[in-house]
């Protein structure tokens, strides 16, 4: 189950890429920037302000969680099963479906439609998330028939899945994205809802077995914007000969929209400017880091 496919992603590794976003996630942390993830089953996503009124939502649902009635339309969750039948009846556009069923061999064959783009730029393909780790099988199939076309992998991962899954995947990934989120244990707990520890074990073991790491950090404001963190990062970069380097993740607001189409709540953190963003940077540089340069060493 995925929720996206982007072509061309500057982003999610060296090089263009396709990046393919699964569905389903053990971590729930409290700035995530795609709410739409955490869920592994399918869901209707409902924007309020593009309504109109019309009712044929509520006639399309066999579940009638959709009711139009005195000018409002109330969307009861509790009874959607995310059928996604409701969204080809909204002319307006007010009902997304978020979560698609595809196969390995789908995703690689989208991806090979860009492979001279690849090739040309030391691209790929990047499995995220979400976990992609969640859905295990689906994933090392999907590197393995990646592998065998000469698509480079890259896989996004918070880190904190049983290590027996990375070590299944080393053979056909090119270089792991693990996310470092928070050095103190008490604030991953409290903000990710799992321990740090595993992930920590998993970039250790990871080191050992000798693939290629790169840490991305997201960095929120007034929770992990501190040299403590900071200090961690660069001592981590500094200490494992095959992490190529740190990559900030400064928080952005663009996951609030997603999440209350989801009639979910989620916190905001204030978005920091360029050059708070550069000065985290320069601290992290200062204390003895090292910043990934974006392709493969």
Not at 1 to 13: A, E, L, Y
Not at 60 to 73: E, F, S, T
Not at 120 to 136: D, H, R, V, Y
């Amino acid at each position: 189950m995925i929720f996206g496919i982007q072509r061309f992603s500057v982003d999610d590794g060296p090089g263009i890429r396709t990046t393919v976003f699964l569905k389903g996630c053990n971590m729930s942390c409290t700035w995530c920037h795609n709410p739409e993830s955490l869920h592994g089953g399918r869901e209707i996503m409902f924007q309020e302000a593009k309504c109109s009124l019309c009712g044929a939502c509520a006639e399309a649902c066999p579940q009638h969680a959709h009711l139009v009635r005195d000018g409002i339309h109330v969307f009861d969750r509790s009874l959607c099963v995310g059928c996604g039948r409701c969204v080809p009846a909204c002319i307006s556009g007010a009902l997304v479906l978020s979560g698609t069923e595809t196969t390995p061999a789908g995703i690689v064959a989208q991806t090979l439609r860009d492979m001279r783009y690849y090739k040309a730029s030391g691209g790929g393909l990047t499995i995220s998330g979400g976990e992609p780790m969640c859905q295990l099988p689906f994933t090392l199939a999907t590197a393995k028939l990646a592998a065998r076309e000469k698509i480079g992998v890259a896989i996004e991962t918070n880190g904190s899945a049983p290590f027996s899954g990375y070590f299944g995947l080393i053979p056909y990934t090119d270089l792991f994205l693990v996310d470092y989120k928070l050095t103190d244990e008490a604030l991953h707990l409290r903000h990710t809802g799992v321990s740090g520890r595993p992930v920590r074990e998993t970039i250790q073991k990871l080191d050992e077995a000798g693939a290629k790491i790169v840490l991305r950090c997201p960095i929120i404001p007034q929770l992990n914007d501190n040299d403590t963190h900071f200090r961690a990062i660069a001592a981590l970069t500094a200490g494992h000969k095959n992490i190529l380097g740190f990559e900030l993740m400064p928080y952005h607001n663009m996951g609030l929209s997603k999440a209350r189409r989801l009639n979910t709540v989620m916190p905001e953190f204030s978005t920091p400017k360029r050059e708070t963003v550069d000065s985290w940077r320069n601290r992290i540089l200062a204390f003895g880091g090292k910043e990934w340069s974006g392709a493969y060493e």
